[in-house]
C-alpha cells in the first residue's frame, strides 16, 4: 500500500488574480504548476499548515478562507490528499524559494498551463466559479 501525503494548497486571489506557482526542477512533477502550499505537520490544522508554508515557501502572510476542495490523487511516489482553500495575501511578495516561477492568472487562464494532476479538479472548480 502506498503512503498517503495530506497537503494543502493555496488558491490566492489579489485584484482577481491567482497566484500559480511552477514546481522546480529539483522535486516531483518538475516544471508542472501548483497552488502553493505543503505538507500538513503533526498537531496542525490544514488551515494551520496552508499559513506555514506560504510564509516558508513564498515569504508571504495569507489569510486562509473557504475551502475549495480536497482531492486526492495517486502518484509513483505515494497517495496525496491534496485540501485547496482560497487564501487572501495580507503582506508580502512571493520569493522564490522552491519553485521555477510563479505568474498571476486570471480564472479564465488557469487552464493554460500544465497542472499537477492533484490540482486539476481545483482548477476546474475555480474557473467554474469564476464563469457563473
Same mark, same amino acid.
Given at each position: ?67 475549495? =476542495? %480536497?482531492?486526492?490523487? /495517486?502518484?509513483?511516489? #505515494?497517495?496525496? +490528499? *491534496? =485540501? %485547496?482553500?482560497?487564501? /487572501?495575501?495580507?503582506? #508580502?511578495?512571493? +520569493? *522564490? =524559494? ?11 487562464? *488557469? ?22
Amino acid at each position: 500500500m502506498k503512503k498517503q501525503i495530506n497537503v494543502v494548497g493555496a488558491v490566492i486571489v489579489r485584484d482577481g488574480l491567482i497566484l500559480c506557482a511552477q514546481r522546480g526542477p529539483g522535486g516531483a512533477l518538475p516544471g508542472m504548476w501548483e497552488f502553493p502550499g505543503g505538507k500538513i505537520e503533526a498537531g496542525e490544522t490544514p488551515r494551520d499548515a496552508l499559513a506555514r508554508e506560504i510564509t516558508e515557501e513564498l515569504e508571504c502572510e495569507v489569510s486562509v478562507g473557504e475551502l475549495i =476542495t %480536497t482531492t486526492t490523487h /495517486e502518484y509513483d511516489f #505515494g497517495v496525496v +490528499v *491534496l =485540501t %485547496t482553500f482560497y487564501c /487572501e495575501l495580507l503582506s #508580502g511578495t512571493p +520569493v *522564490l =524559494t522552491e519553485h521555477a516561477e510563479v505568474r498571476w492568472l486570471a480564472p479564465a487562464e *488557469l487552464s493554460s498551463l500544465e497542472w499537477a494532476p492533484a490540482d486539476i479538479p481545483a482548477v476546474a472548480l475555480i474557473e467554474k466559479a469564476a464563469s457563473s
